[in-house]
C-alpha cells in the first residue's frame, strides 16, 4: 500500500510543481504587459503636457496678430475706419 501512497504524493508533487511553474509563467507575463502600460503611461503623459504647451504657446494673442499681420493681411481697427451702422437710417 505504501507504494501506491508514493505513486500518488509523487504525482502530487509533479502536479503541483506543474502549478507552481505555469503561475510564475503567467505572472511573469502580466508584470512584462504591466510594464509596458507603465512605460506607455509615461509615454502619453510626455505627450499630454507637449500637446499643453504648445496650445499655450499657439494660442498667445501677440502670435495670432502677427500670423493675422503678416499671413492674412490684416490690420488693426481704428476708430476713424470704423462704420456704425443705424437701425432707423436707411
Avoid: H
Avoid at 2 to 13: E, M, Q, V, Y
Avoid at 23 to 30: E, G, M, V
Avoid at 58 to 79: C, F, S, Y
Amino acid at each position: 500500500m505504501s507504494g501506491k501512497a508514493n505513486i500518488f504524493l509523487t504525482a502530487l508533487l509533479v502536479g503541483c510543481a506543474l502549478l507552481l511553474v505555469n503561475s510564475q509563467y503567467r505572472a511573469r507575463n502580466l508584470f512584462i504587459e504591466l510594464e509596458r502600460a507603465q512605460q506607455k503611461t509615461r509615454q502619453l503623459n510626455i505627450e499630454w503636457s507637449q500637446l499643453k504647451v504648445d496650445q499655450s504657446t499657439l494660442g498667445k494673442n501677440a502670435r495670432i496678430e502677427e500670423i493675422a499681420r503678416t499671413e492674412l493681411n490684416m490690420v488693426p481697427l481704428t476708430p476713424d475706419r470704423t462704420q456704425y451702422l443705424n437701425k432707423d437710417a436707411e
